[in-house]
Structures are given as structure tokens and as C-alpha cells.
């Protein structure tokens, strides 16, 4: 599943190409005909990521999408729109286009191949939806109520142009840090921190290969309580997460093992093999569905 990182890349992606321009939005598929009409013709003004939501604001509708395990988009357009091909799950590599304008001059996009839920479009290029498990149309009050819902984000509490961050109703008129809010979540709960890390009421944009890699690097043990963390050990987790996950955004993927080599990850998907640090095997087991690695040698507080 697409991290944090993944969708902040994809925000910032939709700013440089849609953003301030009219677009086009159609659901080839015919899933999100109706949504598809709500935005159609609109003039986007901003898309952002809060954890692993990404929300496209137009005058009165919010366009929110979850890419889930399976969604992803694809960007196609002349040299003009400048974008990754793909941002989300893996896809294959596309041909090169050779574009073709229709009479006032936007670019006739090629015909949609598989299941695309969204298709929007600009002048110079076109993005297509894939399996998201999220794709509606939100209305101001929707939008707070989602995002009400959702733990700080790493990534929304790093320095910004002013102006660039709409601060939901748990953030408004509070001096609070984002470091201070998840201090404050892992207070009230009693689950192991291996799962608070991945419940975004806690903390917005932590996955699988996240949650496995700062717990290593703090030397956290994953099972235990969110609440019998020191302060200490919190803050060090924030601090670390934010790292990562500002790394991901530079980098498009997750690399946090910096030394020179293939290998990118400390302890995700490494059970069974010798910790790079102390010598103990690496384990696995699951936790809620999803694999959780760590390393008992060196994560014993
Ligand atoms: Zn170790």
C-alpha cells in the first residue's frame, strides 16, 4: 500500500499539472459517473495529502481519493505537462505519446484502456484513476468530518509556503505541534505501539514498511503498550517517522538503510535473516493482517 510520501508526491504532482486550470473529469468506467459530473468543467485550486488521503479542493466540492492496496494514477500529456508516469501501485512502462489537438486546442487524449474509475484532463495532458478504494466527492462539511477523523501528519507539520495548509478542527486555533498530538493519542491507548503506528487516528501516513523500519532504528519493542512509551521515546518515534517520510517525498521510495548497496530496509521483509546490527534473527509475525517485522536483539525497550 502506498505510504504517506506517496501521496504528497501525487499532491504536489496534481498542483504542477491541473491546479488553476479547467479540466475535464469523466469516470470511463461509469463507477463515479455522478461524482465525475460534480467536478467536470471546474477550475482545481489546490490538492493536498493528509496522510493517505489525497483531497483536490474546487470552489464548493472536494474530490477525495484513497489508492488503498491496488489504486494508482497515470499521467499522460505532451511536453507540456510534465509528470511521472505512474504514482501509486507499480504499472507497466508506457510508449511515448505523439500528440494530436482537437479544434481549441486540448490534447485528444487516448482512449482509456482497463477499468478507470477517473479520468481528468486538462489542455495538455490527462490522468487516469485505477483501483482506488476511495473515489467520491466531498462536500466542505464531509471534507472536515474525514479529516476530523485523521491523526497528525508527519509531512503537513513541516515548514510551508504560507497559505498551503488548511489546518482541520483539531488544529484550528491550537498551538499544538503535530509531535504533541501523537504524544498525546499514544497516551490513550493501551494497544501495542506496532499497531497504534498503523491506526491513522494516531498518526496519518505510516504503513507496513514505515512502522517496521522506525520502530528498529528507536530500538522500540512492537509490543509494547502506545501508552508505557517514555516522552523520550515518543518524540524520537515523531522525529524519525517525519525523517522518513520527508526522505520518501525526495526520494519516491523508501530507503532507509543508507548504506551503499541493494538493500534498503533494516528489518522489513528480512525475517529470518541476521540483523545488521547485533547478529539476532530477524522475526515476523502478524499483526491485523499485515506482517510486522522487527528484531527481538535489538528492540528490547
Ligand atoms: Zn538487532
Known sequence: MPEGHTLHRLAAQINAVFVGREWKVSSPQGRFSAGAKRLDGGVPQRA???????F???????WHVHLGLYGAFSFRGDSEFSAPPSIGAPRAWVEELTPDYDEVGWLIPEPPRGA?????????????????????VLKPIEYRTVIGRLGPDPLRHLAQAPGSEAPGPALAGSEETG????????????????AALMD???????GNIFRAESLFLEGIDPATPSNALSRVQGEALWDRLTEQLRTGVR?????TLRAE????????????????????QISV?????????????????
Not at 548497496?261 to 539476532?280: D, I, K, P
Open 285 to 301: 509475525r502478524e499483526l491485523q493482517g499485515r506482517r510486522l517485522y522487527w528484531c527481538p536483539g535489538c528492540q528490547r525497550g
Open 261 to 280: 548497496g541493494e538493500r534498503r530496509h533494516w528489518v522489513y521483509q528480512h525475517q529470518g535473516s541476521a540483523c545488521l546490527r547485533c547478529g539476532a
Open 179 to 194: 509531535s504533541g498530538r501523537f504524544l498525546h493519542n499514544l497516551s490513550r491507548r493501551r494497544i501495542s505501539i506496532g
Open 56 to 62: 483536490v479542493h474546487l470552489e464548493s466540492e472536494i
Open 251 to 255: 526520494e519516491g521510495l523508501i530507503r
Open 200 to 206: 491513522q487516528s494516531v498518526i496519518a501516513g505510516v
Open 116 to 136: 478507470v474509475r477517473a479520468r481528468v484532463q486538462s489542455r495538455s495532458g490527462w490522468a487516469d484513476l485505477r483501483g482506488p478504494t476511495t473515489c467520491t
Open 48 to 54: 493536498e495529502a493528509w496522510g493517505k488521503h489525497l
